[in-house]
């Protein structure tokens, strides 16, 4: 049977450029054997095996990220914070050993980026729900008889925003 692109899978996400080379499907097991790959290379945890292929692969396709990695990792070595995109600032917490704090200061500002990433989308579907309102009351104030009219903002809120979903 023909698998079916990851993207259009239900619950599925894009990674064919680390999970097979480029490749538009990629199976359960190689998606995972990836994502573990990637996360050994982002939060210095050990692979083995094929999640070793899998981080080696990695970062022969985004020698950048390697890059990066070694010098976060100094810098966390010379000094006691961090400081991410937005400007937040992490601290070397008391009586951390180094190698571990090279590992929290990579994962700060890796996730303090995603955090960043997904309050800027949060701010911009709030954005987009009073403009539609704002545009439906000015709709609804020009053409009032239209009966039965669907509208973006009917009922449209932000319920709850976790990690990269919003609801």
Not at 1 to 18: E, K, V
Not at 53 to 62: E, G, N, P, V
Not at 132 to 153: K, T
Request: glycine residues 8%; proline residues 5%; aromatic residues 4%.
């Amino acid at each position: 049977a023909m698998q079916q692109p990851l993207a259009q899978r239900p619950g599925g996400a894009t990674c064919p450029t680390t999970c097979s080379n480029h490749t538009p499907t990629v199976s359960a097991p190689e998606r995972s054997r990836a994502k573990r790959g990637v996360y050994a290379v982002l939060y210095g945890g050990s692979a083995s095996g094929d999640d070793r292929d899998a981080a080696t692969a990695f970062l022969s396709q985004f020698p950048n990220v390697g890059a990066w990695l070694s010098a976060t990792r100094q810098l966390a070595a010379a000094q006691p914070f961090v400081v991410t995109a937005s400007g937040r600032v992490r601290h070397r917490p008391h009586g951390v050993a180094t190698s571990r704090w090279q590992r929290m200061a990579v994962s700060a500002l890796v996730q303090g980026l995603a955090s960043d990433v997904q309050k800027a989308a949060l701010t911009e579907v709030a954005a987009a729900i009073l403009r539609a309102r704002a545009a439906d009351r000015q709709s609804n104030a020009v053409a009032s008889g239209e009966a039965g009219r669907l509208s973006f903002s009917r009922g449209a809120r932000l319920v709850h925003a976790m990690h990269d979903e919003i609801l």
